[in-house]
């Protein structure tokens, strides 16, 4: 169980593009789901948090405007990375977190998006 | 700054032994901490947590020992087992209704036979 299902693993667009990226949740039900960004050598830091029917909440030093994040569901969040550039280019991973269970719940994460920008 | 460290980037355990990984983190509004494992190619798989107003929290082969006055916690495996080799992650809960987790950079596990 606790199954996230993240697409695509791995992107490659010129300069300019904007990429959007799907996080399922594919046996739960996820009111809150988390987007993170890590780069070589680093931790895994957290973006966003993208709660279902509502605006997410993004962390200092993360453009809004640029990571445009929509929950649309209970199971679906998506990230699009607008007007992307090579200092974009990252490894970006969803996470998800059951409703059910109380708040102490673990967030299950998906594979992980690679994105390079040329 | 770096909230929660994982100072040994890697760690070499003979196949049967006990693994420790150890995690210290400086903020002490911390309110729930977990333990990932990570394959290659693959996100992290929660391995097991505990709440700050616990101490020990165990799980099959795997127990977590939390040390609040030392913001210090640490995962035992025992006995380690080939599948075990891993890099595993330390992750923190900032609590007062924040969910997001911060990350430690990871200890890559390395079971020898």
């Known amino acids: 169980g606790a199954v996230v299902s993240q697409h695509p693993s791995w992107v490659i667009c010129k300069s300019g593009t904007s990429v959007k990226i799907e996080c399922r949740s594919l046996?739960?039900?996820?009111?809150?789901m988390f987007w993170y960004r890590q780069f070589p050598k680093q931790s895994l830091m957290l973006m966003a948090t993208?709660?279902?029917?509502?605006?997410?909440?993004?962390e200092q030093g993360v453009e809004k405007d640029k990571f445009l994040i929509n929950h649309a569901s209970l199971t679906l969040s998506t990230l699009t990375v607008t007007s992307a550039h090579p200092e974009d280019s990252s490894f970006y991973i969803c996470?998800?977190?059951?409703?059910?269970?109380?708040?102490?719940?673990?967030?299950?994460f998906g594979d992980g998006t690679r994105l390079s920008i040329l | 700054d770096q909230q929660v460290k994982q100072n040994s980037p890697s760690l070499s355990v003979q196949e049967g032994r006990i693994s420790i990984l150890n995690c210290d983190y400086t903020?002490?509004?911390?309110?729930?901490f977990l333990w990932y494992k990570k394959y290659p190619a693959e996100g992290p798989t929660f391995l097991i947590s505990?709440?700050?107003?616990?101490d020990k929290n165990e799980d099959g082969r795997f127990t977590v020992f939390l040390n609040k006055s030392a913001k210090h916690l640490s995962l035992h495996i025992v006995p380690s087992q080939p599948g075990d080799s891993a890099v595993y992650f330390c992750?923190?809960?900032?609590?007062?209704?924040?969910?997001?987790?911060?990350f430690g950079k990871g200890t890559h596990l390395i079971i020898q036979p």
């Open positions: 996470s998800a977190k059951s409703n059910r269970g109380g708040s102490n719940q673990p967030q299950h």
């Open positions: 046996d739960f039900q996820a009111t809150t």
């Open positions: 993208s709660n279902e029917g509502s605006k997410a909440t993004y």
């Open positions: 903020n002490s509004m911390f309110d729930y």
């Open positions: 505990i709440s700050s107003i616990k």
């Open positions: 992750a923190a809960r900032r609590g007062g209704g924040a969910d997001g987790l911060t």
